[in-house]
C-alpha cells in the first residue's frame, strides 16, 4: 500500500561503487550492503517505486586505467562489468531484507541478469520490485552519474537521488575548506554560474533539458534517505 505521506513517489537513488567499499572504497564490505540495504526497505514498504544505479569505481575505474594498459574503451567495459557486480551485490543484501529486487543489464548478459527494457523495468517497479541497472548506458565514454540521469528520465522518476558521503553540495569541498557553505536549494543555472560539482556536465545537462531535480545527500547517516522521501530537509536540491 501507497504511503501518502511521501513527498517522492518514484525514484532514482545514485549510489557510488566506493561507499560499497566501506572504508577503503574497495572491493564489497557487507556490512555496508546490509546498511543501504536497510536504508531502502522503509521505502520499499510505503510503496515507493524504486531504481538504484551503482558505480564501479571499488572495483575498477576506467579513466584510471589509461596509460597502465587500457585505453579508454577497455577500461570503459571494465567498469561496466563492475557496476554489475555490485549491483548483484546489492541485490542480494535487499533480498536478505526481504525485499524484491531484479538487476537489469545494459547488454546482454542472460545467464547473469535480465537485460534492459524501459517497459520491462517499469513493470517491475510498478509490482513493487527494486529495479538496479547495471552497465551504465551500455556505451564507452559515459559515467554511471550519465547512466542515471538517462535512466531517471526514460523511467519517468521524481527525482534522482545521489546519495554521496557529504550533506549537501557546498561552494567548495568541505572536506578541504573549513569555510565552505552548503547551499539547500539551487535553479540548474545557479550550479553552472557558480561552477559547483553536482554530476558530471552530460548528466547534469540532460536532468536540466528534461527538468529532472537532482538532490545531493548524505547517505551515509542513518535515516537521511527516508527522511528525503517524506520531504523533510537534507541535503541540496537542484531543480
Known amino acids: ?13 545514485k549510489l557510488s561503487g566506493e561507499s560499497l567499499g566501506g572504508g577503503n572504497g574497495q572491493g564489497l564490505d557487507p556490512k555496508v550492503l546490509e546498511r543501504y540495504a536497510l536504508e531502502i526497505k522503509p521505502l520499499a514498504v510505503a510503496g515507493v517505486r524504486i531504481a538504484i544505479v551503482v558505480g564501479g569505481g571499488n572495483i575498477f575505474r576506467g579513466l584510471q586505467g589509461i596509460g597502465k594498459g587500457f585505453d579508454r ?3 570503459d567495459q571494465m567498469g561496466m562489468l563492475a557496476t554489475t557486480i555490485n549491483s548483484i551485490a546489492l541485490a ?3 533480498r536478505l531484507q526481504e525485499m524484491k529486487a531484479q ?7 542472460p545467464a ?3 537485460y534492459y527494457r524501459r517497459d520491462e ?3 517491475e517497479m510498478e509490482k513493487g520490485t527494486i529495479v538496479l541497472l547495471s ?3 551500455g556505451n564507452p565514454f559515459f559515467t554511471t552519474d550519465s547512466a542515471a540521469a538517462l535512466r531517471a528520465v526514460e523511467l519517468g522518476v521524481d527525482a534522482v537521488l545521489k546519495g554521496t558521503r557529504v550533506d549537501g553540495v557546498y561552494s567548495a569541498d568541505p572536506e578541504k575548506d573549513p569555510h565552505a557553505v552548503r547551499f539547500e536549494s539551487l535553479t540548474f543555472n545557479q550550479v553552472l554560474q557558480k561552477n559547483l560539482k553536482v554530476m558530471d556536465l552530460t548528466a547534469f545537462t540532460l536532468c536540466w533539458e528534461n527538468n529532472m ?16 522521501v517524506r520531504g523533510q530537509k537534507t541535503g541540496t536540491i537542484v531543480k
Open 1 to 13: 500500500m501507497k504511503d501518502k505521506s511521501m513527498k517522492y513517489s518514484s525514484i532514482l537513488l
Open 73 to 75: 574503451v577497455h577500461g
Open 92 to 94: 542480494g543484501a535487499l
Open 103 to 109: 538487476v537489469f543489464t545494459a547488454t546482454p548478459m
Open 112 to 114: 547473469i541478469a535480465r
Open 121 to 123: 523495468a517499469l513493470r
Open 135 to 137: 552497465g551504465g548506458t
Open 213 to 228: 531535480p537532482i538532490v545531493v545527500f548524505n547517505m551515509n547517516v542513518k535515516g537521511n534517505l527516508d527522511k528525503l
